[in-house]
């Protein structure tokens, strides 16, 4: 059993920056591809950014790139969503991915909220 944990959400003004972690109960490593995901209030989940763990580019969502980078540290088993430039329609529940083998893991999700 795969269990993911994020962390790093809250409130920001718009233009500001934050830092989303991802930690898994495993080694990443083993992970066939790794993302992030948001759902906004009222709107379906839809992809940030994802990556296949054995290489290749990460591929972002048009509405985030520029300004959003993921990152990993296999030592940490950690991924990284480093957001900036953030404005008020990022505002979502942020939730980390992973997939092994033929299954699909989600963690419980971070809240993000840009607001003035």
């Known amino acids: 059993q795969v269990q993911l944990v994020e962390s790093g959400g809250g409130l920001v003004q718009p233009g500001g920056s934050l830092r989303l972690s991802c930690v898994a109960s495993?080694?990443?490593?083993?992970?066939?591809?790794m993302g992030w995901y948001r759902q906004a209030p009222g709107k379906e989940r839809e992809l940030v950014a994802t990556r296949n763990t054995s290489g290749g580019n990460t591929n972002y969502a048009d509405s985030v790139k520029g300004r959003f980078t993921m990152s990993r540290d296999n030592a940490k088993n950690t991924v990284y969503l480093q957001m900036n430039s953030l404005k008020p329609e990022d505002t979502a529940v942020y939730y980390c991915?992973?997939?092994?083998?033929?299954?699909?893991?989600w963690g419980q999700g971070t809240q993000v909220t840009v607001s003035s």
């Open positions: 991915y992973a997939e092994l083998g033929m299954y699909g893991y």
């Open positions: 495993g080694s990443i490593s083993s992970f066939k591809a």
